[in-house]
């Protein structure tokens, strides 16, 4: 064969690898990044400056000037860290939500809501329970109290909504940033859109609107669903992090009760409606039976390891984010996994107000931390995933994390 030609099919076979590359590793193509793709500021001819005109989205919260419940504090006497409720004791309250986001023109409170409905919210986190500007859980309802799916500033239609207060992180950017980042990169990321938010006419400042980590239909979020009547589930969403207030959500797996764990487990999917103590025993022995795979003799065994419960690539692909990003809360708190219908778990990214050197934690630059966490301390001790991780970090630095 002429070498000439040789050396043309050379070319273009470098190009459309190329090309395929970029393609495998932009995985969420259809990821709407609103910083790129809504229209930049520009003031409006009518506006006299009397009020906020914007060009992000505005939420309008109102509860009847009730106080928001959900923000922590301490006992006078005995220290002790409490949670505040309403007069009569609950922990939220109804209210209703309107959404004024016009698209390609700016946004005034004054202006008629794109999308309303009724809500119960309550103030949400762990330490930013403390901190002066809150971020609030909320969940949409109709007037039957019904949840009540709906599309948020071109967000999938979901009825659970985190309204997410940056305050340890300064820049504002860092859920925003890294959820779509992670969106790029691994098979599900929450989706993220900046907003400003009022609550009872006072003006709160920028938040981030987030999706929860939940299932969804039709698509969106994770793929799980349950059967209640016939006590059968096609997946679940797990928790680390701190415990949860009932019983039946807190559960014991492998980790657990070795003492291996620093932190609790909680079943997230199915919730309190359709968990039974049934499903929860499954789950919780279902998701032993991985960790008991990975801490046993035969861990990097292919046939009764863990390789063939779990996604080696999500793993990877989580550990290389938070690394990326030193967010050393993750693997402890805050972290998210979940098992999909085609039977093996995930991980989910969340929460990175502290990570790159935020809230006076020093910036370590010269070594690894996630590797001494649960499960990657012995994914780590099998040469498959090390060199995983090194393979998918060299790819993902020439795409989705390149300079």
């Keep these: ?36 793709m809504d229209p930049p500021y ?12 914007t060009n992000l989205p505005i939420v309008k919260i109102d509860t009847g000037d009730e106080t928001i419940p959900g923000r922590a504090y301490r006992d006078k006497k005995t220290r002790r860290r409490l949670i505040e409720t309403t007069r009569d004791g609950r922990d939220r309250i109804e209210g209703s939500i309107e959404i004024i986001d016009h698209g390609e023109e700016n946004n005034h409170e004054s202006d008629k809501a794109t999308e309303k409905s009724r809500m119960i919210i309550h103030a949400r ?38 309204i997410h207060g940056p305050y340890v992180d300064k820049s504002l950017m860092k859920n925003y940033l890294w959820y779509n980042v992670g969106g ?12 400003e938010v009022f609550i009872n006419g006072e003006y709160m400042g920028v938040y981030v609107m987030a999706e929860s980590i939940t299932a969804g239909e039709n698509g969106a979020r994770l793929n799980l669903s349950v059967d209640k009547k016939n006590q059968m589930y096609s997946g679940y969403l797990i928790r680390m992090d701190r415990g949860f207030d009932s019983e ?66 999500s793993f990877a692909d989580y550990f290389i984010i938070n690394e990326f990003t030193q967010n050393y809360d993750a ?73």
Excluded at 9 to 15: E, P
Excluded at 184 to 195: E, G, K, L, S, T
């Design 248 to 313: 039946i959500k807190n559960i014991e797996p492998f980790t657990e009760y070795t003492y291996r764990a620093g932190t609790k487990f909680n079943i997230e999917y199915p919730g309190k409606k359709n968990l039974t103590p049934e499903i929860a025993d499954s789950i919780e022995q279902d998701f032993s039976n991985f960790e008991k795979s990975l801490y046993s003799y035969d861990y990097d065994d292919k046939k009764y390891g863990y390789k063939s419960r779990i996604d080696m690539e």
């Design 1 to 36: 064969m002429n070498k000439k030609l040789v050396g043309l099919i050379a070319c273009a076979l470098i190009v459309c690898i190329s090309i395929l590359g970029e393609q495998y590793l932009k995985q969420d193509s259809d990821r709407y990044i609103q910083h790129e």
């Design 331 to 403: 693997g402890w708190f805050s972290t998210y996994v979940y098992k999909d219908k085609d039977a093996r778990l995930r991980m989910c990214i969340w929460d990175f107000n502290y990570a790159n050197d935020s809230y006076e934690v020093k910036t370590r630059i010269d070594k690894f931390e996630l590797h001494r966490c649960l499960w990657f301390n012995m994914l780590f001790m099998d040469e498959d995933f090390v060199e995983l991780v090194i393979k998918r970090y060299r790819e993902l630095r020439t795409g989705v994390l390149s300079e």
């Design 184 to 195: 790029q990169i691994m098979d599900y990321a929450p989706n993220v859109r900046f907003c």
């Design 42 to 53: 520009s003031g409006c001819a009518e506006c006299d400056g009397k009020e906020l005109c």
């Design 125 to 162: 986190g762990n330490s930013s329970r403390h901190f002066d500007k809150l971020g609030y859980a909320v969940k949409l309802i109709k007037k039957n109290g019904k949840s009540n799916d709906m599309e948020m500033m071109g967000m999938d239609p979901h009825h659970d909504w985190v």
